[in-house]
């Protein structure tokens, strides 16, 4: 069976994981120990965060629809049962963008929203 040289191979795999670690402080990046060590943790954390992000980005949809909809003598729950009751559907991120940028037009979802709890 014919030799393998592994050197190339090695070396990539090592140069890679200098690229990754770098800007680490000590261990982290220097020693091949510590950069695959700090390498797996910081993948951990990037796959953990890109699922915390979407719940973060939700919180915040959630605080702007509250804040415009108490404008309107309304809590955010009773306006979301007040959308639904009137057979609005409308999710989240659009209701918080109506809220950012067009107070009138949010002002009128509001008034559904009474006139749906009021009945």
Same mark, same amino acid.
């Given at each position: ?30 020693? @091949?120990? /510590? ?8 993948? $951990?954390?990037? *796959?953990? !965060? ?34 639904? @009751?009137? /057979? ?8 918080? $963008?109506?809220? *950012?940028? !067009? ?17």
């Amino acid at each position: 069976m014919a030799r393998v040289k592994r050197a190339v191979n090695a070396k990539k795999r090592r140069h890679t994981l200098q690229e990754r670690t770098k800007g680490y402080y000590g261990t982290s990046s220097r020693t @091949l120990r /510590g950069m695959k060590e700090q390498s797996r943790h910081s993948m $951990q954390y990037q *796959y953990r !965060d890109r699922r915390n992000k979407k719940r973060d980005i939700r919180k915040l949809w959630i605080q702007r629809i509250n804040a415009a909809a108490r404008m309107n003598e309304l809590n955010y729950s009773n306006f979301m049962h007040g959308l639904k @009751l009137a /057979g609005i559907e409308l999710d989240r991120k659009v209701l918080a $963008q109506i809220a *950012y940028e !067009d107070e009138a037009t949010f002002a009128q979802l509001a008034e559904v929203a009474k006139k749906a709890l009021a009945q």
